[in-house]
Structures are given as structure tokens and as C-alpha cells.
């Protein structure tokens, strides 16, 4: 169906606010979908590939990105509608934020494990999220780990986030310099943690 045209051919001016916010509209869910996408797909190839090293010494990104990649991707899209649906409760019910923040500190703990369970177990999505689940409530080492790596990193994003967004480009840089080697140590911690307690209840339950 076209849009309404005046007698010359074009678009009506009062049609014109729609059809940008149309296309507007349109053109953010494809920047939405493609950001979900290559986010999916290179936390496929990097955690992967840290697995990977870490067993064998060697790594192929492109291959543990076939691999893990709709997994991911599909977790990756999980967490956006996630939050795209507690943004929207908030706003029309401003009063349930302290029910939300606790809430998505809940499950964020119980889940925090699934995208390294994805490499570390090949379990597919599912499967990764009802076994971080089970890890998070039966073992205390999970919440130990948690809780040791996120304590540091939150005092840590303090300053670094001061860094972040303070005036200049040079700051910027710095501060994307110090996370990048943060990010790693916690990647490779992250998944040496679910290999150590998923092979922990697999020898539990074969016993």
C-alpha cells in the first residue's frame, strides 16, 4: 500500500511525521537485531576460544563461532528483551524499582554462569541456563565466585567509570585500555569456574 501523495506526486506534509517515524522505527529494531547478532557471535568466538586454549593450547575463532554462535546470539537477545521489558514495567510503574533491582540481581546470579556453561559444557541455551540455575543454589564455590570477582569489579568501575566520562577522547581511550585486560581475566576466570564446578556435579552425580 502507498503512502498518501499529494497532487504533485509526493508525500503529504501531514503524513510525513509517520512515515519518518516509520522508518525511524524500522531502522533502530535492524541496528537492534545486527548489535544482538555480532554481539552473539564474538562472545562465541571469544569465550570459546578461551576454553579451547585453556584444554588444548590452541584455538579457532571462526570455528567455536559456528559452534557456540546460535546459542549466544539467542542469549544475547534473551538479555535485551529482558531489559527492554523491565525499562518498560519501570516506566509505567515507577514504584516496583526496588522489586526490579533485586529481582534482576536474582537472576542475573542464578544465570550468571550459562553463557560460560555454553562452552565449557556444550549445553545448548536452555540447558546452560537450568544448570547455572542448579550450580548457583547447590554449590557454595558459585556464590563464592560471584561474589570474588564482582566485589573488586564494582569498587573498580567507580573510578574507571569517573575516567570513562570525564572531558576528553584521551580518557575515553584510557579507560576502554584499563577494562580490556579486566574483561579478559574475567572471561578466563568465568569459564575455568564453570569447567571446575560442572565437572564437580558430573562426578557427583556419576558417584
Do not use: C, K, W
Not at 19 to 27: D, E, Q, R, T
Not at 69 to 94: D, H, K, M, N, Q
Not at 143 to 162: D, E, K, Q
Amino acid at each position: 500500500m502507498q503512502p498518501p501523495t499529494d497532487a504533485g506526486g509526493g508525500i503529504e506534509p501531514a503524513t510525513l511525521p509517520a512515515v519518518v517515524g516509520v522508518a525511524f522505527g524500522a531502522a533502530f529494531l535492524l541496528s537492534l537485531a545486527a548489535y544482538v547478532v555480532a554481539t552473539g557471535l564474538l562472545l562465541a568466538g571469544y569465550l570459546g576460544s578461551i576454553d579451547q586454549s585453556i584444554r588444548t593450547g590452541r584455538f579457532d575463532f571462526v570455528a567455536n563461532v559456528r559452534r557456540y554462535g546460535r546459542s549466544l546470539v539467542a542469549y544475547e537477545a534473551l538479555i535485551l528483551v529482558v531489559l527492554s521489558a523491565i525499562v518498560l514495567l519501570l516506566t509505567t510503574a515507577p514504584f516496583l524499582f526496588p522489586v526490579a533491582f533485586v529481582s534482576v540481581y536474582a537472576v542475573g546470579y542464578l544465570t550468571y554462569l550459562a553463557p560460560y556453561l555454553v562452552v565449557a559444557s556444550e549445553d545448548d541455551l536452555l540447558e546452560a541456563i537450568r544448570h547455572s540455575a542448579g550450580l548457583t543454589t547447590s554449590r557454595a564455590d558459585a556464590a563464592l565466585a560471584f561474589l570474588g570477582f564482582a566485589v573488586p569489579a564494582t569498587a573498580f568501575s567507580l573510578p574507571l567509570s569517573r575516567l570513562a566520562y570525564s572531558d576528553g577522547v584521551l580518557a575515553a581511550v584510557a579507560a576502554a585500555a584499563l577494562v580490556a585486560p579486566v574483561g579478559l581475566v574475567a572471561a578466563v576466570f568465568f569459564v575455568l569456574v564453570a569447567r571446575r564446578l560442572a565437572e564437580g556435579a558430573d562426578r557427583s552425580t556419576a558417584t
